[in-house]
């Protein structure tokens, strides 16, 4: 094999949406040409509206990116120096470096193995006088039991941020991720669930003090033009990406469903190969990745066999965030954590991956795990 071989099935394909968008999209972008109202323009404001109805949620604000949104949501909370909050080891970087960017510290319990996101069950031995909030991320899309979480955190008199970047659309028990805490996180990053073309975030909250709060904070900590009141920061949503994204969101129940379908014929396709820990087929589950475990240590081997396949696939996360060079030695070991980040193997999803693609996918994965087994 070349070290060199073209992927010919990318872990996400963003092109067949953009083919069959492209119309819309263009004529989208021609708007807010000929309006020339790119920082919080028209898109903005209507975008805001309609992602608030999708979501059933009394306030959407847009901002510049996901880890602006959580930055903005703990500094709304008042969270700072001297403050901890309890979030989970394995997620991407940006959920404790939001916390250690309001100089708060990231308390970490560790994962329920059968989820991969942070066990409910383990948040109230890690509470502290210090503790101020909760950030549970529902990764890959799958919800957190956010019955337990919002149950402790009224007990401790706790806030709760919910990092939606990988689970918009999802839903627990019948109800949007991010509108059960005092705050929902979302990102627009071009690979997520709504994916902008560029940066984007949004902040969605109940509360009219909080959202009154987080509006300010977005646009230099001023209420009123140079009337400036805290340090804030400049993370506006752009009216491109926004009108953008208006296009896309009508799309996001089919898109979701259909990840669900894909995930639903991966766990029927790779049912019984021993070796290989299927996802949780869980309801509401936005299916942001696919993400299987590779047991005996031979997740990398089988990456590279199914590179050489041309199929790609990411590892989410390789490091947990505990181990991070940034946070090393300051932690204990999180057993769950350390194994999930040996064995996360996340293959080809999205919208645009039809049923041929993945019966290819299926096909090599069956290949390379009989051939391990000889
Ligand atoms: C993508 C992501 C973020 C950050 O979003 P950006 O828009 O890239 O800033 C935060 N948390 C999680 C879990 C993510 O996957």
Redesign the pocket.
């Known amino acids: 094999m070349t070290a060199t071989a073209p992927l010919q099935i990318p872990i996400l394909d963003l092109k067949p949406e953009i083919d069959e968008l492209r119309p819309e999209i263009m004529a989208a972008i021609g708007r807010v040409l000929d309006r020339t109202d790119f920082i919080m323009g028209e898109d903005v404001h209507l975008f805001e509206a309609e992602v608030a109805a999708y979501l059933g949620v009394k306030h959407a604000i847009g901002v510049?990116?996901?880890?602006?949104?959580?930055v903005i949501a703990l500094r709304a909370l008042g969270i700072g120096p001297g403050d901890e909050v309890i979030t989970t080891p394995f997620?991407?970087?940006?959920?404790a470096e939001?916390i250690s960017m309001v100089g708060a510290k990231p308390v970490f319990v560790d994962i329920d193995p059968a989820t991969l996101n942070l066990n409910p069950e383990l948040i109230e031995a890690a509470i502290t006088p210090a503790t101020r909030a909760i950030m549970p991320?529902?990764?890959y899309g799958n919800p957190v039991d956010m019955t337990r979480v919002m149950e402790i955190a009224h007990k401790h008199g706790l806030k709760v941020v919910e990092?939606c970047?990988?689970s918009f659309g999802a839903r627990w028990q019948g109800t949007q991720t991010g509108t059960i805490g005092d705050f929902g996180?979302?990102?627009?990053?071009p690979?997520?669930n709504l994916g902008a073309y560029g940066?984007?975030?949004l902040l969605a909250t109940n509360d009219d003090a909080l959202a009154d709060t987080a509006r300010m904070l977005r646009v230099h900590g001023s209420r009123k033009k140079y009337h400036n009141e805290t340090v804030g920061y400049n993370s506006r949503l752009d009216t491109m990406q926004a009108a953008i994204l208006r296009v896309k969101l009508p799309h996001i129940e089919k898109w979701n469903a259909h990840r669900r379908e894909v995930a639903r014929q991966y766990n029927e396709g790779l049912k019984g190969i021993e070796g290989i820990v299927t996802p949780e087929l869980t309801d509401g589950h936005a299916f942001?990745q696919y993400t299987v475990r590779v047991q005996s240590g031979r997740r990398d081997e089988v990456q590279q066999k199914l590179a050489a396949h041309g199929i790609g696939t990411m590892i989410?996360y390789p490091i947990p965030q505990d181990e991070l060079p940034i946070y090393k030695g300051q932690y204990p070991v999180y057993e769950h954590s350390s194994l999930a980040a040996q064995e996360a193997l996340s293959l080809p999803i999205g919208p645009g991956l039809d049923a041929a693609t993945q019966q290819r996918v299926l096909k090599s994965v069956t290949l390379i795990f009989t051939s391990i087994q000889q």
Do not use: E, I, M
């Open positions: 510049n990116s996901g880890t602006d949104a959580l997620t991407f970087f940006a959920t939001s991320v529902h990764l990092d970047a990988q996180a979302y990102s627009f990053f690979s997520k940066d984007g975030g942001h989410y």
